[in-house]
T-cell receptor, first 113, second 117 residues
Framework: AQSVTQLDSQVPVFEEAPVELRCNYS??????LFWYVQYPNQGLQLLLK??????LVKGINGFEAEFNKSQTSFHLRKPSVHISDTAEYFC???????????FGTGTRLTIIP | GAVVSQHPSWVICKSGTSVKIECRSL??????MFWYRQFPKQSLMLMAT?????????EQGVEKDKFLINHASLTLSTLTVTSAHPEDSSFYIC?????????????FGQGTRLTVV
C-alpha cells in the first residue's frame, strides 16, 4: 500500500515571492512521483514527474521539485509566483508497473497581489 | 500532449434518474482508463479501473451496480450513475494513459460536475 501526505491544506503567498508545497509519501516499493495542478472546475494538468535519474525535476510554468528518497519527500517549489498560479496542487504516487495513482489531499495555493 | 475529452462538463438531473458520462481519448488509444470522484475541497478518490473489452475493476466500497462502467473501444469509456441520489452529487474525472508513452503519465479529462436534485 502507498500513501501521500500533503502537509499544508492552504498556502497564501505574496505575488513574486517564492513558494514551497510539501509532499511526503509512503511506499514499500519504488515509485513514480507526480505533481498536478487543478484550476477551478477543471481536470488535472501535469506539472512535472519523477521517474528516475536526476532528483531535481523541472516542470512547466517555472515549477520544480526535488525527490529525496531518504526523507521520502517530493516538495514542489517556484522561485517567484504569479497571480495565475492560484490553483489546487496535488501530489501523487504510483508504483512501478501499476497504473493507479494515489493522490494527496491537495494544497490550495493562493497568491496575494 | 495527449488529449482526454470528458462530456458533459456539467449535468443536473432529478433524483432516481440515470446519468451517463463519456470519457474519450482523442489522439491516442487507451486500453485502460480510470474514473475518479472528487468531493468539494477534497482529493481525488479512485473509483474504478476501466479495461477495454473486459469488466471494470472497482475499488473497495464502490458499488459496481450503482456506477456502471463500459469500455467498449480503445478510445471511449463511459460511467453511468444509476438511480442517482443527491449524495451522488460530485465532480467526476476520468484519466487515461497513452501506451506509446509508457506507463508513466496519465492525462485527465476536464471533469463532470454532477448535481442531483
Amino acid at each position: 500500500a502507498q500513501s501521500v501526505t500533503q502537509l499544508d491544506s492552504q498556502v497564501p503567498v505574496f505575488e513574486e515571492a517564492p513558494v514551497e508545497l510539501r509532499c511526503n509519501y509512503s511506499s514499500s516499493v519504488s515509485v513514480y512521483l507526480f505533481w498536478y495542478v487543478q484550476y477551478p472546475n477543471q481536470g488535472l494538468q501535469l506539472l512535472l514527474k519523477y521517474l528516475s535519474g536526476s532528483t531535481l525535476v523541472k516542470g512547466i510554468n517555472g515549477f520544480e521539485a526535488e525527490f529525496n528518497k531518504s526523507q521520502t519527500s517530493f516538495h514542489l517549489r517556484k522561485p517567484s509566483v504569479h497571480i495565475s498560479d492560484t490553483a489546487e496542487y496535488f501530489c501523487a504516487v504510483s508504483n512501478f508497473g501499476n497504473e493507479k495513482l494515489t493522490f494527496g489531499t491537495g494544497t490550495r495555493l493562493t497568491i496575494i497581489p | 500532449g495527449a488529449v482526454v475529452s470528458q462530456h458533459p462538463s456539467w449535468v443536473i438531473c432529478k433524483s432516481g434518474t440515470s446519468v451517463k458520462i463519456e470519457c474519450r481519448s482523442l489522439d491516442f488509444q487507451a486500453t485502460t482508463m480510470f474514473w475518479y470522484r472528487q468531493f468539494p475541497k477534497q482529493s481525488l478518490m479512485l473509483m474504478a479501473t476501466s479495461n477495454e473489452g473486459s469488466k471494470a475493476t472497482y475499488e473497495q466500497g464502490v458499488e459496481k451496480d450503482k456506477f456502471l462502467i463500459n469500455h467498449a473501444s480503445l478510445t471511449l469509456s463511459t460511467l453511468t450513475v444509476t438511480s442517482a441520489h443527491p449524495e451522488d452529487s460530485s465532480f467526476y474525472i476520468c484519466s487515461a494513459r497513452d501506451g506509446d508513452r509508457g506507463n508513466t503519465e496519465a492525462f485527465f479529462g476536464q471533469g463532470t460536475r454532477l448535481t442531483v436534485v
